[in-house]
């Protein structure tokens, strides 16, 4: 396969990706799921693609979890992950009774006040995005992201704040 590169100028670097990447947001949160999406992560790095797209929420963070796998043993610094913060993410498994998961995991944990939370529970709270960062490093066996979107529905946010 050929794949062009494009080039941008970042902050401490250029970052040279494919112009073929590879998402990892869809599928099941089971093994078979992850062992899949290992396998073609590999094979894509095998075969010069170097550009992989996730976020926490995709995959309850197995998504992150499975690239973070993947890229060992391979040099980091020939790859580009973007990753994403706004959503919360489930941990693993899709729980039964998500307003319980999400009051447990993120509010009573004291990781987000309930005023820092909007939408179908998202947030954009500074404290919380430093926090994602932190778990996103963790999960993708890395100690930098690439590129780091804000997922979804600012619009939402700003109405949220009653300044849009």
Not at 37 to 61: H, M, Q
Not at 71 to 83: A, K, M, N, P, Q
Not at 120 to 134: G, K, L, M, R, T
């Amino acid at each position: 396969m050929t794949t062009s590169n494009r080039s941008i100028k970042g902050v401490n670097k250029s970052l040279n990706f494919t112009s073929i990447g590879i998402g990892t947001y869809l599928g099941d949160c089971d093994s078979r799921t992850d062992k899949n999406i290992y396998n073609v992560i590999k094979c894509c790095i095998d075969n010069g693609i170097n550009l992989f797209d996730t976020a926490p929420n995709y995959r309850s963070e197995r998504s992150e979890f499975i690239i973070g796998k993947a890229i060992t043993g391979y040099s980091r610094e020939d790859l580009v992950i973007c990753t994403k913060v706004g959503f919360l993410p489930y941990k693993s498994v899709i729980p039964k009774n998500e307003n319980e998961y999400f009051t447990s995991r993120f509010i009573k944990s004291g990781i987000l006040n309930p005023n820092d939370i909007f939408g179908d529970w998202q947030s954009f709270h500074p404290d919380y995005i430093v926090w994602q960062i932190n778990e996103s490093l963790e999960r993708l066996n890395t100690d930098y992201i690439d590129i780091y979107y804000l997922q979804m529905s600012v619009v939402k946010y700003y109405k949220s704040l009653q300044i849009y």
